[in-house]
């Protein structure tokens, strides 16, 4: 899946960067949230203790990037962050997950002045573990997931759909943003659990999206 999707990504930037008008190049940062919900026909009262573990889970993810931009498409490489609080038998717990990402967004601008444009976007993130800890409120480490670093069971994948825009603050450089919906995938110890609990006779749904806000800053470096 990783080769298939960087395949992906470098064939499309080169197809796309060549029949382009204008490229650009950046940096950015963003934000967001992740809610999680789950549907299941567990019997009483394990449905409510299940339901109440995932459903209140506070999902953040931070992330900071490098972009290429070759006016249709825009290919990002950076690092995620996704933070997790959740409570559990008077405890509250924090989980700290790290990730090397690689994003492609096909997008299609509109200029509405000489200086401003927007464009729909639609597009993948597929964010490669890489390490992470969990810990109680009072500090105690409880899992140290470094160790799992040549594992790909934490590996994320989401789609996202959203909108942008750009605001040109000179001749080649602008500022850029972004909102975006995703919708991410099951990892591989969530299908785990799936599959654990329909040995036992049940059925278990996760569902995991939210929102994402991106800032970014641009500098278009060739144009025809």
């Known amino acids: 899946?990783?080769?298939?999707?960087?395949?992906?990504?470098c064939f499309s930037v080169l197809v796309f960067g060549i029949n382009a008008i204008e490229l650009s190049a950046g940096i950015?940062?963003?934000?967001?949230?992740?809610?999680?919900?789950?549907?299941?026909?567990?019997?009483?009262?394990?449905?409510?203790?299940?339901?109440s573990t995932l459903d209140?889970?506070?999902?953040?993810?931070?992330?900071?990037?490098?972009?290429?931009?070759?006016?249709?498409?825009?290919?990002?490489l950076g690092g995620k962050f996704f933070i997790s609080k959740y409570s559990e038998n008077g405890y509250i717990y924090e989980e700290t997950t790290?990730?090397?990402?690689?994003?492609?967004?096909?997008?299609?601008?509109?200029?509405?002045?000489?200086?401003?444009?927007?464009?729909?976007?639609?597009g993948f993130d597929y964010s490669i573990f890489t390490s992470g800890k969990a810990k109680d409120n009072t500090g105690n480490?409880?899992?140290?997931?470094?160790d799992l670093l040549p594992s790909n069971r934490l590996d994320r994948f989401s789609i996202n759909l959203g909108i942008g825009g750009d605001f040109y603050v000179g001749q080649k450089l602008y500022i850029r943003g972004e909102f975006?919906?995703?919708?991410?995938?099951?990892t591989e110890t969530q299908k785990d659990a799936i599959a654990k609990?329909?040995?036992?006779?049940?059925?278990?749904?996760?569902?995991?999206?939210?929102p994402v806000f991106r800032l970014a800053?641009?500098?278009?470096?060739?144009n025809k």
């Open 197 to 210: 609990i329909e040995s036992l006779g049940y059925d278990l749904s996760i569902f995991q999206n939210g």
């Open 1 to 9: 899946m990783k080769r298939l999707l960087l395949a992906i990504t």
């Open 180 to 186: 975006n919906y995703m919708f991410l995938l099951n």
């Open 56 to 76: 209140n889970v506070k999902l953040t993810r931070w992330g900071i990037s490098s972009f290429f931009d070759a006016q249709y498409i825009e290919a990002n």
């Open 28 to 51: 950015g940062a963003d934000v967001g949230f992740i809610f999680t919900s789950t549907k299941t026909n567990i019997p009483q009262p394990y449905k409510s203790q299940l339901n």
């Open 141 to 146: 480490i409880l899992i140290d997931r470094d």
């Open 98 to 122: 790290n990730f090397f990402n690689l994003g492609l967004k096909l997008k299609y601008p509109f200029k509405i002045t000489e200086k401003i444009s927007v464009f729909p976007l639609a």
């Open 217 to 222: 800053i641009g500098y278009r470096f060739f």
